[in-house]
């Protein structure tokens, strides 16, 4: 048994009253492994997602402790789905433990004595010799199956880079085609019948002058 795992299932105390702040009790947990700092997190719904935080933090002097922690603050709530980021967040020991407590919880007497324990100091613990998997409900299942195997943290969107904007950015309609003089560029957009008409009435204009 893991010396964090036997301090709190012997029931050994060194302080009175629970630390202010959740952060003091896991720092208490980090130096004593007291079973009264274990106990002062696994009554507070808010330790959970502070012990997974300390878990991520390269600073953690003692990572079993605290992931111990975070396993007996679940085995506290084993009526909730345990997210992804708690499933990564464990050691392989409570791994286990979890994934013991979730069929204890159901009533399999744990074929750990260590696990046993642990769960002998719960008030749900109450083995029944008929016990199955059968059991178990959907939610306990896909609570096993995550802490088992759980899911790989998906990668961060990237941000466009400066060549994609271009790529998407969109494009100006190209310029109109000059007809290579500068006062007639305008012609073009005269209709080439009104262009003969205008020529025909001044080739008459020209021949009435003659006359």
Known sequence: MSPALFLWAAGLT???????????????LEAEASRLAYECLAKDDAAGAALIARLGDPAVTQPGRV?????????????????AEESRAYLADERRLVADGIRAHRG????????????????????????TDGRLGELDKKNIEIV????????P??????ADEMAEAPTAPPPKRSSGCGSCATVETVPRAGLMSFALSL????????R
């Open 67 to 83: 992931s111990r922690a975070l396993a007996i603050w679940r085995l506290h709530r084993l009526d909730a789905e345990i997210p």
């Open 14 to 28: 060194f302080a009175q009253d629970c630390p202010a702040t959740i952060p003091e009790t896991i720092t208490v």
């Open 203 to 210: 080739g008459l204009l020209i021949q009435r002058r003659r």
């Open 148 to 155: 088992n195997n759980p899911p790989k943290p998906s990668a």
């Open 157 to 162: 969107e990237e941000a466009p880079s400066a």
């Open 108 to 131: 399999r007497l744990s074929p750990s004595p260590d696990h046993t324990k642990v769960f002998e100091q719960l008030p749900w613990y109450k083995p029944n010799p008929g016990y």
